[in-house]
């Protein structure tokens, strides 16, 4: 029996099992709460069941699992199965390590995704019963993607563009986005990856790959680009279009554990640098040469979907779309007049954007756009703790504390920062997406050398 609240159309969504698990709950369509995993384990990217995202979201809604109209997950397992099962008959015997390596943890986890979820959700609270489980909804990864773009924004129409390594087969699709509607255009797959080759250059220069890419980033500036003319000469076949082709003889990642191989290595002067190895004049001339790539390619990507579409703007999602650089030379010198990016724009938003495709697409239902900034509220959308909270939690932990007014705050934070301290700052609903927006901080004074310091 469907409860009240059921009817009154609340959605969770979810992404899980690969990096950045999240949770977001939605009640008629409007984002109620959002949450990362990691906030709460303090595991990075932690890739487990969200169950305290999960919990947090229907904690913050007042809500609990039966009152949920269904729970949509952000990819389909299976896709991603048939993937896996179809590179590696393309490139058979090679691979058959790696092959190896994932086919148990597929076989056992990731085929039985469904039960899998059911066990997880029916955990999270004693004395649930499984028949009391909403229906489970599954939507495309770049699916997800884009309705995480689209529907938060402040457009009624704009041309959509995500870009990530790899969902179940995409790696850059093209969208629009119209009304209640995003409507897929085109898409570029699997080996050929613009996500894959930037977590390349992140592993080659000694970076976690899926985590250590904005180090990449943040390296460009202090190096030259050096290897543009090599990369686009050997890796990536670029059309004036901005499509592409990576050539996979110098890539590993179809066959083998790691992401680039010996041949990669001669292109490249050498073996890649061992991770906490001193960083060279080399690592930096790589970063700024993949950076460089990377921008002529969404560059390009984004003139041909402004032409195919006639958009006046665009909106960005998927790992790619938190290339922060990328995205100011997109609004500075491609076609859009206004540019919206998702702030949880890796697979985290995937929870939101399946919750929201379960909303508009499945569901058919209106979408009212946000005039006045956009539907995600700034992004805080994570719990928050009262001053009461904070005080009882340090007088349980035996924790020293003294309690200023803002006035004093302000100028005692001001003080400490002067003086060359780092300040963890803590005020209202947390941040969903890896950006740090005042609400979960870490303050430093940026003209310090020594703050730039690892
Ligand atoms: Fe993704």
Redesign the pocket.
């Known amino acids: 029996m469907m409860t009240e609240k059921r009817s009154s159309n609340w959605i969770l969504g979810i992404s899980a099992f690969y990096h950045d698990s999240a949770a977001c709950l939605l009640q008629a369509g409007r984002i109620i709460a959002a949450a990362q995993e990691e906030r709460f384990t303090r595991k990075k990217h932690d890739p487990g069941f969200p169950r305290n995202a999960v919990q947090y979201c229907l904690r913050e809604g007042k809500v609990s699992l039966s009152d949920l109209s269904y729970i949509v997950f952000y990819d389909k397992p299976l896709v991603k199965f048939e993937r896996l099962l179809e590179t590696y008959l393309a490139f058979a015997p090679r691979g058959i390590t790696s092959f190896l390596a994932a086919m148990p943890v597929w076989l056992k986890e990731k085929l039985l995704l469904k039960d899998l979820l059911k066990k997880e959700l029916v955990g999270l609270y004693e004395g649930f019963k499984k028949s009391e489980l909403p229906p489970l909804l599954f939507t495309e990864?770049?699916e997800s993607?884009a309705a995480s773009a689209f529907y938060p924004s402040p457009f009624e129409r704009a041309a959509v563009l995500c870009v990530?390594?790899?969902?179940e087969w995409a790696t850059t699709s093209a969208w629009l986005g119209e009304g209640n509607r995003v409507t897929p255009l085109w898409e570029i797959t699997f080996p050929h990856s613009l996500g894959l080759l930037y977590s390349a250059f992140t592993y080659f220069t000694g970076f976690k790959v899926n985590s250590g890419e904005y180090k990449v980033m943040g390296l460009a500036p202090y190096g030259r680009p050096k290897y543009v003319k090599t990369i686009f000469e050997n890796l990536i076949e670029l059309k004036s279009d901005g499509t592409f082709r990576l050539d996979m003889e110098f890539f590993n990642y179809c066959t083998g554990l790691t992401m680039t191989n010996g041949k990669f290595d001669s292109l490249f002067d050498g073996p890649l640098r061992k991770p906490e190895s001193p960083l060279t004049q080399r690592e930096m001339d790589l970063a700024r040469s993949i950076q460089e790539v990377t921008e002529e390619v969404m560059l390009r990507l984004g003139r041909t979907l402004h032409r195919e579409t006639n958009a006046e703007n665009l909106c960005l999602a998927?790992?790619v779309a938190l290339n922060c650089v990328a995205n100011g030379r997109i609004l500075r010198e491609g076609p859009f007049k206004r540019i919206w990016i998702q702030p949880a724009a890796?697979?985290a938003g995937?929870a939101l954007g399946a919750a929201l495709a379960g909303w508009h697409l499945f569901e058919n239902k209106p979408r009212k756009v946000c005039t006045s900034g956009d539907d995600m509220r700034g992004s805080y959308l994570g719990p928050s703790f009262s001053n009461e909270e904070i005080e009882q939690f340090l007088k349980e932990k035996n924790a020293p504390y003294v309690r200023l007014s803002d006035e004093e705050l302000f100028a005692r934070i001001a003080d400490e920062m002067a003086s060359e301290k780092v300040i963890g700052w803590l005020q209202g609903r947390m941040e969903f997406g890896t950006r740090a927006l005042g609400r979960r901080s870490i303050l430093g004074d940026a003209r310090r050398p020594k703050m730039h310091e690892p």
């Open positions: 990864h770049h993607h990530d390594g790899v969902g998927g790992g890796g697979d995937g």
